[in-house]
């Protein structure tokens, strides 16, 4: 608790004129849902964050938009939306202390914060930046980050209650969102998610869609979860 109002303190000194990036273009993030049985509720993800995380090295707080691909998506999706958000989570965090190994300048979401980003990507905070970022992906394209954002972060409370109560909204808003996500179904992965037990429903295949990449065949296997960038 000591913590949060520490950092509550931090935070109140740039949430009143809350100063926000400009959101630069579209950037889609390709993610894989990967089943490793035909139980519905046993899968991994794969997320492809090399694109992003290029245009995030180039300066651009860019406007990341989830794509999601999956062989069925009969599974719990309440489920579904607390498991990928901390997955995401995860692999995000993982990007960012690799690039922090790197020595090129890092901007964008992965690094040359500004003071509001940067306090919520503080140790004491984990998976919030993250958390923020996903918000960005499954919000309607017109909205500007303002209005994206939890009103919690400005509404007139103590410090302490007002980061503890942005922290469940951006979560609630992340899960509420992700359980509504467009899952678009690939032939290569309904395949292997079928495999061995009668197919399923077909609604929703793009059968206009690329091969798979290498790195998730690679996956479809031996069943490791993880990104690709």
Not at 72 to 77: A, E, G, I, Q, V
Not at 156 to 178: C, F, M, Y
Not at 194 to 201: H, L, S, Y
């Amino acid at each position: 608790m000591k913590g949060i109002r520490a950092l509550g303190d931090r935070i109140a000194e740039t949430v009143g004129g809350l100063s926000l990036p400009t959101l630069g273009r579209e950037v889609e993030l390709p993610v894989y849902l990967i089943h490793n049985s035909p139980d519905a509720e046993d899968y991994f993800f794969i997320f492809d964050f090399e694109e992003f995380v290029e245009q995030s090295r180039q300066g651009w707080f860019v406007r990341p938009k989830l794509r999601l691909w999956a062989g069925r998506s009969d599974f719990n999706r309440r489920a579904f939306a607390r498991q990928f958000r901390e997955s995401f989570a995860q692999e995000f965090e993982l990007a960012r202390a690799e690039l922090a190994r790197r020595p090129e300048a890092k901007r964008g979401w992965f690094g040359g914060l500004p003071g509001f980003f940067r306090d919520i990507a503080a140790p004491s905070l984990p998976g919030m930046l993250a958390n923020l970022v996903l918000l960005v992906a499954v919000s309607a394209g017109t909205k500007v980050l303002g209005q994206i954002l939890p009103g919690s972060w400005t509404q007139q409370k103590s410090d302490a209650q007002k980061l503890e109560d942005g922290i469940a909204e951006t979560r609630s808003k992340v899960d509420d969102a992700l359980a509504q996500i467009e899952i678009t179904l690939h032939m290569e992965l309904y395949r292997h998610a079928w495999r061995g037990a009668p197919p399923g429903r077909l609604t929703g295949v793009d059968y206009d869609a690329w091969p798979l990449p290498n790195y998730v065949r690679q996956h479809l296997e031996d069943g490791t979860s993880g990104s690709w960038w």
